[in-house]
């Protein structure tokens, strides 16, 4: 697996181990899922804009998870790399040495998700 697949492949991962415990806790992933719709709906911020904050936020929290999900959505949601460079800058202000780890992984599945939507 080349570098540029660890988006996917971190949110397949997580994706198959995630339906084991939703089938066994069903109610607290529907709270979730509807927290998430209310968080990232379209209001005072656009779409795009929550996408790169919940990006620049999974860098924070170290999450790759995290990264892979807000990564594509920044892309889904039409986000270009000078964006997401800039949101990703932020991030390695707010943590320093350990954003300079993870704002390069969240850089590199932003345009893995980004060349897929395009082909």
């Not at 949601?77 to 040495?97: K, P, R, Y």
Request: proline share 3%; with cysteine; hydrophobic share 45%.
């Amino acid at each position: 697996m080349g570098h540029h697949e660890h988006g996917a492949a971190v949110r397949d991962d997580l994706r198959e181990l995630g339906r084991e415990l939703r089938r066994a806790i069903p109610a607290v992933y529907r709270g979730y899922a509807g927290l998430h719709e209310a968080a990232l709906a379209e209001g005072a911020l656009d779409r795009r804009t929550k996408e790169l904050i919940a990006l620049a936020i999974a860098v924070t929290r170290e999450c790759d998870g995290c990264i892979a999900s807000h990564a594509q959505g920044a892309a889904a949601q039409g986000a270009s790399e000078a964006q997401v460079a800039e949101a990703l800058g932020v991030a390695i202000l707010m943590n320093g040495g350990p954003g300079t780890v993870y704002a390069p992984r969240a850089f590199d599945a932003f345009r893995e998700f980004a060349a897929a939507s395009t082909s």
